[in-house]
């Protein structure tokens, strides 16, 4: 690592290898990176009298590379394994609130690159590969404000199953996360989804449900949704 500290400006350009996520913990909201090896390279400068100066005119770009860890915010081992055994709308809403509503994921790879400027650092490029599957994503983080945009699509290895978009957006430390439907509504439709009962075990048949009633049933229950 190479560094420069002025009385008004600061420059850093490191090379990390196999640094210990158990240490680290690096968060972006409800998101956390609690364990694996992160190997990167970053180069920023900054420069200002004061630290909030220094935060508002960072520049600079890096790439991060972390293998065989565990994030926790999401549980993609469980929205897999309900996925496929799903044959009902009590089952998606299951799969809905265990796998997004905290739980951990262990992961093979996650990587991306990021830019900053003037503060606020971009990334589009990020991608995950975990039990039960994988993501992608796109985030930035607006430092000198202290928040998030963020966009996250979550593939199962469930054969055909739907991506399930997570957004966060808000303040960094606790951004409103809204599910998007998109996907989903178009899974729903196609597969002509039962209601939360299934069969009747009458010998009638299961009685169907129209997409717009389950996804208003689904989200009031879990939270926002996107339309």
């Known amino acids: 690592a190479a560094g420069r500290l002025a ?37 920023m400068a900054a420069a200002g009298t004061s630290p909030a100066a220094l935060v508002a005119s960072l520049s600079g770009n890096g790439r ?3 293998t065989e860890g565990q994030v926790s915010g999401f549980d993609l ?14 089952g998606l809403l299951g799969l ?9 994921s262990r992961f093979s790879s996650l990587s991306g690159t990021f830019t900053a400027d003037k503060g606020v650092v971009t990334s589009r ?9 994988g993501a992608t994503g796109t985030a930035t983080i607006d430092l000198p404000r202290e928040t998030i945009q963020s966009r996250i699509a ?37 597969k002509g989804l039962k209601s939360q009962g299934g069969a009747t075990g009458t010998g009638d048949a299961p009685r169907k449900i129209k997409a717009g009633d389950a996804l208003r049933g689904l989200f009031s229950a879990f939270g926002k949704k996107k339309e």
């Open 64 to 66: 991060v590379a972390a």
């Open 77 to 90: 081992a469980a929205m897999d394994a309900r996925m496929r055994s799903l044959d009902n709308l009590g």
């Open 125 to 133: 490029d990020l991608a995950l590969v975990a039990d039960g599957g």
């Open 7 to 43: 009385a008004n400006a600061a420059t850093l350009s490191a090379t990390v290898k196999g640094a210990d996520l158990a240490l680290l913990k690096p968060a972006a909201g409800p998101l956390k990176l609690e364990k694996g090896r992160l190997d990167g390279e970053i180069r």
């Open 154 to 190: 979550f593939r199962l290895a469930a054969p055909d199953a739907p991506a399930l978009g997570l957004r966060l957006e808000g303040p960094l430390a606790a951004p409103v996360k809204a599910v998007d439907v998109n996907d989903l509504q178009r899974w729903l439709l196609d």
């Open 96 to 104: 809905v609130q265990t796998g997004l509503s905290g739980r951990t």
